[in-house]
């Protein structure tokens, strides 16, 4: 007669779990960090390192909504799909993971919330989903756990994957048997993906997490405008600014900065005296001149033209600096639409705005805008990027009776940046606006309000909440306005000649 198997207890499957050791949530990894060790190392790396004092904490209301709707998203996923999915309480600690390991041992159809720890390689956390599976026995009984995490988003991204295969290794360690698969749930479609495949990755990935941790590997925080996540961004800019790094090379990346350090320049003021023919040496006759001649307009604190090249701004008599601001689908009733068109007359000296209540108004409010912009036969349109152009066929799309007189607005319209950027080299890490226009003497009024802060205040006024809230988005959305125009006449003054 046969061994009978020994039953696994809960208490097996915590000792599992916890491996003798206690839990630090300070020390350990969680798989939630697997955006920043894709997106952001310098994080984690500052999460370990950085002076806490430097901390500053600028997480806003739309960070806040946007986090809320994930969690409804998920939920309502859930309650669509396994209603009778069992959830974990309390929300963390070693209660939840125990209920989290009786609910698996007695076989529930679904888990939602379930705690994944697995302290022995210094990992916890919290998955989503937890299905039952009857395809593979494993120590739990003639069954065994499928793992499904739900992502509101549009498309499938690095750290989803990585994020889900954490918790499939984790769940394969406390269940005795490893899924061949898992699945991510996203709004419009779901991905399963073959665990096998990220194996090699995860390991890479706790490697690298292990050295930011112990501070091994200090790597580059992300270059401005985008800059490090909250609460690191000011702390990571100002390391920027003191270390002179060559991150503030706009055009220069990743690649051609190890070429550059490999041959001893580690800062700006290294490259200020190397010769233009040693940098071509060092990176190539394309990245060579960039470095130089961008190293040089840091060293003089002024735009240079590049070589064989004018400013030449497609000019005519009318010349209008537009911007858009738009509400994207955080907002829980309102589907994306453009709800402000700002524009500086150039001509009249006067910034006019076009403020729109609700995504049923949107055409209204490009109707008018049209009717402003009168006759398009002598009048240049200028915008930063190509965002507008594409808001616009988007508005074209939602909107048909529009498109004519928005097509011969398209053909009016001048990508400012693009003009900019082809003739001139710049003191600045890159082309954004704003990192362009501060470099040539202009600053925002508002510090604290940004694209997404701002389209909050659109929410609280189109909501009721604060009526008065629309003017700090009517500001911002002027100043961007400005800023063209004054980073457009500062260039002409200084380097450029007009061309009709």
Known sequence: ????????????????????????????????????????????????????????????????????????????????????????????????????????????????????????????????????????????????????????????????????????????????????????????????IAYLDTEANLEQMRSLWLSLRVGETIPEPRRPPDSTNSPWRVYGNKQILEQKSLLLLAGIQKKERDKLRAAGIQSLHQLWDRHSEDLCDILGDHYGPIAYFVGQAYKTGEPLLKPGCQLEVPRAKRLIYFDFETSNAVHPTEPPHTYLIGCYDGNRDQYVKFLARGAEDEARIFEDFLDYAGDLNDTKFYHWTDFEIRQMRAVIHRWPMLAGRLERLIACCVDLKDAIQSAVFLPVPSFSIKCVAPALGFHWRQLDIGAYQSMVCYWDFLDGVDPSAIKKAILYNEDDCLAMWHVDIALQKRLGRSSS
Request: charged share 25%.
């Open 1 to 192: 007669m046969g061994r009978q198997r020994t039953r696994t207890t809960v208490d097996d499957l915590v000792r599992r779990a916890t491996g003798g050791r206690k839990l630090n949530r300070h020390k350990l990894f969680r798989p939630s960090l697997a955006y920043y060790l894709v997106k952001d190392p310098f994080w984690i790396w500052c999460h370990y390192h950085a002076p806490k004092n430097e901390a500053v904490d600028e997480s806003t209301r739309y960070d806040e909504l946007r986090m809320r709707q994930g969690v409804e998203y998920e939920q309502a996923w859930v309650e669509a799909n396994y209603p009778d999915a069992v959830r974990i309480e309390p929300d963390f600690g070693h209660l939840a993971l125990r209920n989290t390991l009786q609910a698996m041992l007695q076989g529930a159809p679904a888990i939602y919330q379930p705690q994944l720890w697995d302290l022995e390689k210094e990992t916890y956390g919290k998955g989503d989903l937890l299905v039952r599976d009857d395809g593979h026995p494993s120590d739990l009984g003639p069954f065994h756990y499928r793992l499904i995490e739900i992502k509101k988003s549009n498309s499938l991204q690095e750290y989803h994957v990585l994020q889900a295969a954490f918790y499939n290794q984790i769940l394969g360690m406390l269940q005795g048997h490893t899924g061949a698969e898992f699945d991510v749930v996203l709004q419009e479609s779901s991905a399963t």
